[in-house]
């Protein structure tokens, strides 16, 4: 079973690591200060999206204010100097408090979709159980509205992909999503914009080696012009911290690999 673990920052003390962190991070990688200081809109005239008719869909899900935050920026960047775009599952609440990443995501806006990944990504019966797992109609539109409110402070686009937490929902859930808007629901199964491949296996808790996530989306492009690929920020953590060896053999490496391979990469909304 897929367990989350996008929201375990819990009291002042984990939001002052994370917080340490980022400060460290930001004055090494940028060496100009504070992130609120030295972010510019990213050119997009040289951005390509699609290069075959086989495209990739890269749907990094967990995208929250403070936890994990600094290794989804690197994500970003590093997918952008790669020409690759990225679909973004947002945790929306608490989203308008972290200034750094909403000026971040806006800056680079061009080369992003900003998804719906629930509202809080909280556990819906106790310890168990996705979000709007069993939601009913009413519960869940009112979540979905307070998240998609949210959004709206980093994008004024309409947002129509909704990706479940733990990628499961109700019938109430899903007997909602059109009439709020959404064209692209993306969850776990046999669905069109379902998942194909993951970087991590939560029933082995492990990571998944490049070849089997290449070899899963060729398996797919036998019937489909397009594989999703899902992945979480925190597969490329030590704890809250970024893993650079995580980081290199499993996301970095796949995204040569991937261009290797001759894919094209878009984003879910694109298809």
Known sequence: MKMAIGLVLAGSFGIVLVQVFSVLFFD???????????????????????????????????????????????????????GIPLTLGVIPKGLGEDTQLIEYLQ??????????????????????????????????????????QEISVVTDEPVTTWIPPLNVQSTGTAAVLTELGFTHI???GEGVFDYDA?????????????????????????????????????????????????????YLNLLDELIVAGYGFTTLNQL
Request: hydrophobic share 35%.
């Open 28 to 82: 090494r990688l940028y060496e100009r200060g504070p992130l609120v200081e030295t972010i510019q809109p990213v050119s997009c005239a040289d951005f390509i999206q699609g290069r075959s008719t086989k495209s990739v869909v890269l749907r990094v899900d967990d995208v929250q204010a403070w936890a994990w935050r600094d290794i989804t920026i690197r994500m970003v960047d590093d997918a952008y100097e790669r």
């Open 186 to 188: 993306s969850t776990e």
């Open 107 to 148: 800056a680079h806006a061009c080369h992003l979709e900003i998804a719906q990944h629930g509202y809080d990504h909280s556990n819906s019966r106790g310890d168990t159980g996705g979000e709007f797992e069993f939601l009913t109609e009413a519960a869940a539109k009112e979540r979905i509205e307070m998240g998609l």
């Open 198 to 250: 993951s970087t991590f296996s939560y029933d082995t808790n492990e990571l998944i080696a490049t070849a089997t996530v290449l070899d899963d989306c060729r398996v797919t492009f036998e019937t489909s012009n397009h594989c999703i690929i899902m992945l979480h920020p925190q597969d490329f953590a030590d704890d809250m911290a970024l893993d650079s060896e995580k980081y290199q053999k499993y």
